[in-house]
Nanobody, 123 residues
């Protein structure tokens, strides 16, 4: 099975930057899509960004496009989410997820999940 472990969350102020990491272990990701989701207090989990492992093709939620960058390091088997110009609305628990095949935006389409890392953005 795929195992995913997130890190890098913390408390920052609006306008700051933060870089999240998701280290993977298990099978090859050559045919996988990996994604970041987030869940704010009292709200449903929502899609943030995703990347195809083999060619690094990406897709972003409209509200984060231009501020967030998803990337992967093949040698380190690590997924990243660089978050810039953070806003209080970005406060949430961020989780990485993996699925076989193409990028999807629905959480239920992903089969493997990390434990999540909390990001708090103060105003």
């Amino acid at each position: 099975q795929v195992q995913l472990v997130e890190s890098g969350g913390g408390l920052v102020q609006a306008g700051d930057s933060l870089r999240l990491s998701c280290t993977a272990s298990g099978p090859t990701f050559s045919s996988y899509a990996l994604a970041w989701f987030r869940q704010a207090p009292g709200k449903e989990r929502e899609f943030v960004a995703a990347i195809r492992w083999y060619d690094a093709s990406t897709y972003y939620r409209a509200t984060v496009k231009g501020r967030f960058t998803i990337s992967r390091d093949i040698a380190e088997s690590t997924l990243y989410l660089e978050m810039n110009s953070l806003k209080p609305e970005d406060t949430a628990v961020y989780s990485c997820a993996a699925r076989t095949g193409e990028i999807h935006t629905l959480a239920r389409s992903y089969d493997y999940w990390g434990q999540g890392t909390k990001v708090t953005v103060s105003s």
